[in-house]
């Protein structure tokens, strides 16, 4: 089964710019709808962007301001994040597992099979 490892977190001013990866090992990201959760202090973790076989969802708060590739020569997936806010601060996860439509499963749903460790992003004011 593939894991998933990711990176890139890390401190920044609100305003800047961080870019996240999401790296599989055992296996590629071929198959596999990907999506990137958030999850900050005492809140749910939630999908904030969510690429299925079909669609691409984005969640309202990061419209405009993220957006994913892929390197498919390094399996590895990346999260840009641009102008960014205090409230982007969170625990960031990738995740991976199949699923369609424009969405973002959530966390314990069948459709998510396999996560990688969280990358703390902390953007201060």
């Known amino acids: 089964e593939v894991q ?4 890139g977190g890390g401190l920044v001013q609100a305003g800047g710019s961080l870019r996240l990866s999401c790296a599989a090992s055992g296996g590629t990201f071929d ?3 990907i999506g990137w959760y958030r ?21 309202d708060s990061v419209k405009g301001r993220f957006t994913i590739s ?9 999260l840009q994040m641009n102008s ?3 409230e982007d601060t969170a625990v960031y996860y990738c995740a991976a597992g199949w699923w369609y439509g424009r969405s ?21 004011s």
């Not at 973790?45 to 669609?55: A, K």
């Open 4 to 7: 998933l490892q990711a990176s």
């Open 31 to 33: 198959d596999y709808a």
């Open 39 to 59: 999850q900050a202090p005492g809140k749910e973790r939630e999908g904030v962007l969510c690429i299925s076989r079909s669609d691409t969802y984005y969640a």
């Open 70 to 78: 892929s390197d498919n020569g390094k399996n590895t997936v990346y």
């Open 84 to 86: 960014l806010k205090p």
């Open 104 to 124: 973002c499963p959530k966390e314990g749903s069948r459709y998510l099979k396999v996560w990688g460790q969280g990358t703390q992003v902390t953007v201060s």
